[in-house]
């Protein structure tokens, strides 16, 4: 089955610094790639997805990228506030298994 | 239009009481899944259901938590002889489930499950 692994577990930034997320999976038939956040206390929503016929895609601050050949896509968060804030989780389809999730900081 | 929701919201219960999760999600959504969220960690996955079937069990912690969807919407997740590993939240989602389209997964509030 499909194996994601996620890094940082942690990541601490200043407030207007960029923050990036990285994710490796195992299944070279994985075409979907999707990050959802978690605000404390509250339910995981979607941020961003890409899909693998692409190799980036934007949307305001965020921005993911993905390199299929080494199997990997990471989540680029620019100018960060604040309220980024939370826990982020990735996979690599539709449904589990997802990422450990990294806990992101932004001090203001 | 209305979420994914789940009830009941709160559930505290004794060690080895059995309990009942429900699961309601989108209308017209025939992908369900099921995760349990301990505090402060990740999201593990439980079980998926396309429809009524459930293709994708192997999440199941045990032979005491058994789950079941019918009428391709409802959906609840039973834990027999709960022990205190057990307390987590249980989060529901739900997504479009179209065939070979790989979709966004609406989450519910959750149930948090505390067993004493």
């Known amino acids: 089955g499909e194996n994601v692994e996620q890094h940082p577990s942690t990541l601490s930034v200043q407030e207007g610094d960029s923050a990036v997320i990285k994710c490796t999976y195992s299944d070279s038939a994985s075409n979907y790639f999707p990050w959802y956040k978690q605000e404390l206390g509250k339910r995981p929503q979607l941020i961003i997805d890409i899909r693998s016929n692409v190799g980036e895609k934007k949307d305001q601050r965020i921005a993911v990228t993905l390199n299929k050949t080494a199997k990997h896509f990471s989540l680029h968060i620019t100018e960060t506030q604040p309220e980024d804030s939370a826990v982020y989780f990735c996979?690599?389809?539709?449904?589990?298994?997802f990422g450990q999730g990294t806990t992101l900081q932004v001090k203001p | 239009g209305a979420g994914v929701s789940q009830s009941p919201s709160n559930k505290v219960t004794e060690k080895g009481k059995d309990v009942e999760l429900r699961c309601d999600p989108i209308?017209?959504?025939?992908?369900l899944y099921w995760y349990r969220q301990s505090l402060g960690q990740g999201l593990e996955f439980l079980i998926y259901f396309q429809g009524n079937s459930a293709p994708d069990k192997s999440g199941l912690p045990s032979d005491r938590f058994s789950a079941e969807r019918t009428g391709g919407s409802v959906s609840t997740l039973t834990i027999q002889r709960t022990q205190q590993e057990d307390s987590a939240v249980y989060l529901c989602a739900s997504s479009t489930g179209l065939a070979g389209v790989a979709d966004t997964q609406y989450f519910g509030p959750g149930t948090r499950l505390t067993v004493l």
């Open positions: 996979a690599a389809r539709e449904g589990a298994p």
């Open positions: 209308s017209g959504h025939t992908a």
